[in-house]
């Protein structure tokens, strides 16, 4: 393989990865605006996370503690409804 071919496809690794940065970014500030006006702001938050989570081990870490959170509440609201459903 010549300069020239691992050039280009070093090139086209970088713009795929540009790509899915700027994707990743563009979902999760139009989360967090969903977050303040009607729409799925969590969802959409956690979707633009996973995108960077591809690329960035911040992103990766910050969505694990989003779905451990969820867990923890869904979790809660569980244990409360069933003891108040047994009184």
Do not use: D, H
């Not at 409804?81 to 047994?86: A, F, G, L």
């Amino acid at each position: 393989m010549n300069s020239k071919n691992r050039l280009a496809i070093k090139t086209i690794q970088q713009a795929k990865r540009l790509i899915k940065v700027v994707i990743g970014f563009t979902v999760l500030i139009f989360g967090c605006i969903m977050v303040f006006t009607p729409g799925p702001g969590l969802v959409t938050m956690v979707a633009g996370l996973a995108i960077l989570g591809t690329e960035f081990v911040w992103a990766r870490k910050l969505m694990n503690r989003f779905k451990q959170e969820a867990t923890n509440v869904k979790n809660s609201f569980l244990n409360n409804y069933i003891n108040n459903k047994e009184k």
